[in-house]
Structure formats: C-alpha cells, structure tokens
C-alpha cells in the first residue's frame, strides 16, 4: 500500500511492506521494527522512537529526522540520500556497509556506533556531533569535516585519515592513532 501527505501522529507502529511519500511522523515508536522493506521519501520524522529497530538494506530519500532517537539501530548495508538528522541521538547505531549520499548530522549524539567499511560517503556533513568512539575503520574519510566534533576515542586505520578535515585540537588526538608522541 502507497500512503502520501498523511500524518501519524502518537502511534505505535506496526510492521508493513509499505510505502510513504511525503508523510510526517510525530512522536511515534518505532522502536524494535523490522523497516527494511519499507520506503519513506520527503518524510519528516519529529520525536520519533527508532531505537533497536532494524533498518538493514533500507533506502531513506529526500527525509528530515529531528530530536529523534536511533539507540542501537541497525542500518547495517542501508542507501541514505538527501537525509537530514538534526539533534538526534544514535548511539550504538550500526551504519557499516552503507551509501551516504548527501546526509547531513548537525547536533547528533552518534558514540559508540559503527561506520566501518561505508561503501560510499558522498557530502556528507558532521557539524557539532559526539563521534565519542565510533568506529570508522575501512571508509575513506577524504573531504570529511570534524572539526565541530567531538572525536575522542574514535576508532579509524591510519590510510583512511588522508583528506580528513581536523581541528588542530584533534590532530593531537589523532597523532596517538599515528603513534606519535607530543613533547610539550
């Protein structure tokens, strides 16, 4: 079933091979579904509850996802393009294996999720986000801005750091991945 422009509003959703164009979402619990078969395009998603759902092989096109919760959702092998996540908190999310195309993270909470072997990072913007040991080993970091965050702990191999954009404060922490040692 196709649904478009309907709102849900305060719901506890259910499980369902449909389709949503253009539909807002509203303080609904998502939380512990299967949505990989599932499509949402030129969605808004606001208070919403994601937590250890699945979302593995999803497609997410043209959406916004604001002060939503994603806590150990998997999203393992997902295609994410023109999203936008705006104070969101997805902690021990998995990521790994995934297309991000025009993805956008502005004020997110992301420690301890897995990024590992992104299949295609493509404009993809972290501003003000806790990358607090997230794990990026196996992607390509080049053009990839962190400057804003926090990245203590992160977890990346030395090749993927060339085109990586620091702060000087995290090239310091960064030199400890390189094995260097800074004498003051």
Do not use: P
């Amino acid at each position: 079933m196709k649904w478009k422009n309907k709102t849900f509003e305060k719901i506890i959703f259910e499980e369902s091979d449909n389709d949503y164009i253009e539909c807002k979402f509203k303080n609904v619990d998502f939380s512990k579904c299967d949505l990989s078969n599932i499509y949402f395009e030129e969605c808004q998603f606001v208070n919403c509850d994601f937590s250890n759902s699945t979302y593995s092989k999803f497609i997410s096109k043209n959406n916004e996802y604001k002060n939503s919760k994603f806590i150990g959702t998997n999203m393992l092998k997902s295609h994410l393009e023109n999203v936008s996540f705006k104070e969101c908190s997805l902690r021990y999310s998995n990521l790994s294996e995934s297309i991000l195309n025009k993805v956008n993270f502005s004020d997110c909470d992301m420690s301890e999720s897995n990024w590992i072997h992104l299949k295609k990072i493509n404009k993809i913007i972290f501003n003000n986000c806790k990358l607090i040991k997230a794990d990026f080993r196996e992607t390509k970091l080049d053009k990839v801005d962190w400057s804003t965050c926090d990245i203590s702990g992160i977890m990346v191999k030395i090749e993927d750091l060339r085109g990586l954009i620091v702060s000087s404060y995290q090239a310091v922490d960064l030199s400890t991945i390189l094995g260097i040692k800074i004498k003051e």
